[in-house]
């Protein structure tokens, strides 16, 4: 099945820098990589996905990359603000389901 | 529309027990999917429902087992709870298997003792 691979665990970055977080997979027959925000005690929303046939995405501050060649996407926050603080997973639909990186504590420092 | 919405929130049981969680999708959402969510372990795919079948099932062992009503609402049962078993259990659901936005109920807290 699939395996998404997320790194780094924790990041901190000061606020107005930027974030960047890093997932591989393995299915190749992948096609939807939605990346998930969870702040403290809630539950995960959806920040923003991408598609295999697109290689970025971008909406105001957050933006995705696929490298379909390489399997691996990114997320990127710039102008990071203290609210960004939160846990991020990415995800990879291999068969049909959602898989889930282990997930990333950043926090924003003020 | 209402949210996807999970009972009980917190639940305290003892090794050996049983327990059983629920889940009612967003209206018209036919897909639930269930994930085990612990410290350091992310979210773990259990298994997902659509229109009452079991299409796909994680890596956890039998004593994990759930269903669907015809009304898209899901259950999921563990049965001999062992401590390992303490996490968040989330459930989402969707509009399309496998893809598509997926939408998080609250959660059930489990603890074992």
């Known amino acids: 099945g699939e395996n998404v691979e997320q790194h780094p665990s924790t990041l901190s970055v000061q606020e107005g820098d930027s974030a960047v977080i890093k997932c591989t997979y393995s299915d190749s027959a992948s096609n939807y990589f939605p990346w998930y925000k969870q702040e403290l005690g809630k539950r995960p929303q959806l920040i923003i996905d991408i598609r295999s046939n697109v290689g970025e995405k971008k909406d105001q501050r957050i933006a995705v990359t696929l490298n379909k060649t390489a399997k691996h996407f990114s997320l990127h926050i710039t102008e990071t603000q203290p609210e960004d603080s939160a846990v991020y997973f990415c995800a990879g639909n291999g068969a049909n389901n959602l898989f889930f990186g282990t997930g990333t504590r950043l926090t924003v420092i003020p | 529309k209402a949210g996807v919405t999970q009972t009980p929130r917190y639940l305290i049981k003892t090794r050996g027990q049983q327990v059983t969680l629920s889940c009612s999708p967003i209206?018209?959402?036919?897909?639930v999917s269930w994930y085990q969510q612990t410290p350091g372990q992310g979210l773990q795919f259990l298994f997902e429902?659509?229109?009452?079948?079991?299409?796909n099932k994680g890596n956890f062992p039998g004593r994990f087992s759930g269903r669907q009503f015809s009304n898209s609402r899901s259950e999921m049962n563990v049965s001999t709870l062992e401590l390992g078993d303490s996490a968040l259990y989330l459930c989402a659901s969707s509009l399309v298997k496998g893809e598509g936005e997926q939408y998080f109920g609250p959660g059930t807290r489990l603890t074992v003792t």
């Open positions: 429902y659509f229109s009452e079948t079991q299409r």
């Open positions: 209206s018209g959402h036919r897909s």
